[in-house]
């Protein structure tokens, strides 16, 4: 299966100088046929070029459009699923300070913080 053939900017740029450039009568098909493009292909380059300026035109992506309001919302239920899973790692580690208290205190170890001495 034919891939296809896509151009960076710094291509797009050259071929369309050298077709800025082509004065004589058949040199810009001479020039298509040579770098093996349509047209069509000069006309939309030259189109971007022209109507938002040469460095963000001609390095637009193909494929569809990020929607930034789906992004965030996306974003944000993962960062409140992220958030329920910490408050439930929160609620075992309360649960087992809670029983190491009460181990303590039933096998009369101190518990302010210091490690108590055997006596």
């Given at each position: 299966m034919a891939k296809r053939?896509?151009?960076?900017?710094?291509?797009?740029?050259?071929?369309?100088?050298?077709?800025?450039?082509?004065?004589?009568?058949?040199?810009?098909g001479a020039l298509l046929r040579q770098e093996g493009i349509y047209s069509s292909h000069?006309?939309?380059?030259?189109?971007?070029?022209?109507s938002s300026g040469e460095t963000e035109a001609l390095a637009r992506k193909r494929g569809p459009k990020t929607d930034?309001?789906?992004?965030?919302?996306?974003r944000v239920l993962e960062l409140e699923k992220q958030v329920q899973c910490l408050q439930a790692k929160l609620v075992k580690a309360d649960l087992i300070i809670d029983v190491q208290k009460k181990l303590s205190i039933l096998?009369?170890?101190?518990?302010?913080?210091?490690?108590?001495?055997?006596?």
């Amino acid at each position: 299966m034919a891939k296809r053939r896509t151009f960076s900017k710094a291509e797009k740029l050259r071929i369309l100088a050298a077709a800025d450039a082509c004065v004589a009568p058949g040199e810009i098909g001479a020039l298509l046929r040579q770098e093996g493009i349509y047209s069509s292909h000069l006309a939309t380059w030259r189109k971007q070029r022209q109507s938002s300026g040469e460095t963000e035109a001609l390095a637009r992506k193909r494929g569809p459009k990020t929607d930034s309001a789906s992004v965030q919302e996306r974003r944000v239920l993962e960062l409140e699923k992220q958030v329920q899973c910490l408050q439930a790692k929160l609620v075992k580690a309360d649960l087992i300070i809670d029983v190491q208290k009460k181990l303590s205190i039933l096998l009369g170890l101190s518990t302010d913080g210091t490690p108590s001495e055997p006596k």
